[in-house]
């Protein structure tokens, strides 16, 4: 059973910079991986995601240029770091791991485990 645990999150104010860790256990690490984040009274929506060689990423058009997916497969590790933090950035943000062998995707039902969440509340 693959688990993943989310760090990192906290109380910023806007423009700090925050770097979260999703680390994963109980299965390889040879998946596609994403984070995703869901702020109150709003759906979950897709933030970056990076494939487990080479590799590729996407990122969502709100965070283009601002945050960074990285991964450390040695340490079953993988990173969003964000920059120029803003109030909109507040929210609940997961880890997801993706099926073997799938295609890299923004979609949320594309992953099939998740992270308990990290809250970033960014302050104005």
């Known amino acids: 059973q693959v688990q993943l645990v989310e760090s990192g999150g906290g109380l910023v104010l806007a423009g700090d910079s925050l770097r979260l860790s999703c680390a994963a256990s109980g299965g390889t690490f040879t998946r596609n991986m994403g984070w995703f984040r869901q702020a109150p009274g709003k759906e979950r929506e897709f933030v970056a995601a990076?494939?487990?060689?080479?590799?590729?990423?996407y990122y969502a058009d709100s965070v283009k240029g601002r945050f960074t997916i990285s991964r450390d497969n040695a340490k079953n590790t993988v990173y969003l770091r964000m920059d120029s933090l803003k109030p909109e950035d507040t929210a609940v943000y997961y880890c997801?791991?993706?099926?073997?062998?799938?295609?890299?995707?923004?979609?949320?039902?594309?992953?099939?485990?998740w992270g308990q969440g990290t809250q970033v509340t960014v302050s104005s």
């Open positions: 990076i494939s487990w060689s080479s590799p590729t990423t």
């Open positions: 997801a791991i993706a099926p073997y062998g799938s295609a890299l995707s923004v979609a949320s039902n594309d992953y099939r485990y």
